[in-house]
């Protein structure tokens, strides 16, 4: 069953932007908190941004402070990443994930819903 899908990846060269997408054909978005992680080869799964149900609170890693920005469209049921001044460093497997209790976590293991992913490639 597919409770959350990606989209809007590639491949762009460091300074370029992306926005994924984060949709659900059965859940209603707006009730879960929902994290964005990426994944680069060899290394563990790390949370770059999330944001509780209602548009409560929002976080985003260090290393994206400034440059990502999530956000929530209730009318299209999608949760945003919107990437600029991309850097190679930024690339691998981004997976948007849902929590029933709402919130939002910055850790991958208090998500209940997951996507199957989507890459995302920095380099010139």
């Known amino acids: 069953q597919v409770y959350l899908v990606e989209s809007g990846g590639g491949l762009v060269q460091p300074g370029g932007s992306l926005r994924l997408s984060c949709t659900s054909p059965?859940?209603?978005?707006?009730?879960?908190?929902v994290g964005w992680f990426r994944q680069a080869p060899g290394k563990e799964r790390e949370g770059v941004s999330c944001?509780?149900?209602?548009?409560?609170?929002?976080f985003y890693a260090d290393s994206v402070k400034g440059r990502f920005t999530l956000s929530r469209d209730n009318a299209e049921n999608a949760v945003y990443l919107q990437m600029n001044n991309l850097k190679p460093e930024d690339t691998g497997v981004y997976y948007c994930?849902?929590?029933?209790?709402?919130?939002?976590?910055?850790?991958?293991?208090?998500?209940?819903?997951w996507g199957q992913g989507i890459q995302v490639t920095v380099s010139s």
């Open positions: 994930a849902a929590a029933v209790s709402a919130l939002c976590y910055m850790t991958p293991r208090q998500y209940d819903y």
């Open positions: 059965g859940m209603t978005l707006n009730y879960y908190g």
């Open positions: 944001l509780e149900s209602s548009d409560g609170e929002k």
